[in-house]
């Protein structure tokens, strides 16, 4: 079975400071990595996708097989940054998503 | 292009009742997906349409069908509400070739009572 795992709920940090929002998955597979952002009053949005291997508003995230993680990274936050962010995985055609985590930042 | 649309945006049924919800995908896209977000929970998988047919489905009972149309557009239909089938319903449009990108529509808000 495919499962993605996000221990935050909620992760709060200054303006500035480093982002690291934590993504861990299960498949037995070769899935493919996503990471989907949810702004206030807006729809589900692609952030990033690991084939890709882009940076989108300054996030990377980078698959590490071995540690079956895909964790999304930015050095400094900003306050437009604070959002809903689900990690997601593929095995085919449909996507599996991990419970989110609330990025809260702080001026 | 509006990209993915969904009908109505908000809803509010009775248990027992039957509900129809109403997706158009982005244009381009022949595929079409739904899926339930309860509160604090990240998308679940509903099933998929693809060339007017369910092509995958999630762990859902068989109270949640849908259908897809020659347009593209698709229905998903929830029989004998329960109150638990409260909930975010997304529609999500992708292009048919595998692991495309699916494109998120804003979701219809049901509300069972």
């Known amino acids: 079975a495919q499962r993605v795992t996000q221990p935050e709920k909620l992760l709060s940090v200054f303006k500035g400071a480093p982002v690291e929002l934590k993504c861990n998955y299960s498949y037995s597979g070769s899935p493919e990595l996503f990471w989907y952002v949810q702004y206030s009053r807006q729809r589900l949005q692609l952030l990033l996708r690991?084939?890709s291997r882009e940076s989108i508003k300054g996030f990377t995230a980078d698959l590490n097989k071995g540690e079956t993680s895909f964790h999304l990274k930015k050095p400094f936050a900003q306050e437009e940054d604070s959002a809903m962010y689900y990690c997601?995985?593929?095995?085919?055609?449909?996507?599996?998503f991990g419970k989110g985590t609330m990025l809260l930042v702080s001026p | 292009d509006a990209g993915v649309t969904q009908s109505p945006t908000h809803l509010i049924k009775t248990r027992g009742q039957q509900v129809t919800l109403r997706c158009s995908p982005k244009s381009g896209h022949d595929t079409v997906s739904w899926y339930q977000q309860a509160l604090g929970q990240g998308p679940q998988f509903i099933f998929q349409?693809?060339?007017?047919?369910?092509?995958q489905r999630g762990n859902f009972p068989d109270r949640f069908s849908g259908h897809q149309f020659p347009n593209y557009s698709s229905e998903l239909n929830v029989n004998a509400l329960l109150l638990g089938d409260s909930a975010l319903y997304l529609c999500?449009?992708?292009?048919?070739?595998?692991?495309?990108?699916?494109?998120f529509g804003p979701g219809t808000r049901l509300l069972v009572l």
């Open positions: 997601a995985l593929t095995g085919y055609s449909t996507l599996t």
């Open positions: 349409y693809y060339e007017e047919e369910e092509r």
């Open positions: 999500a449009s992708s292009p048919s070739s595998p692991r495309g990108t699916q494109y």
């Open positions: 690991h084939i």
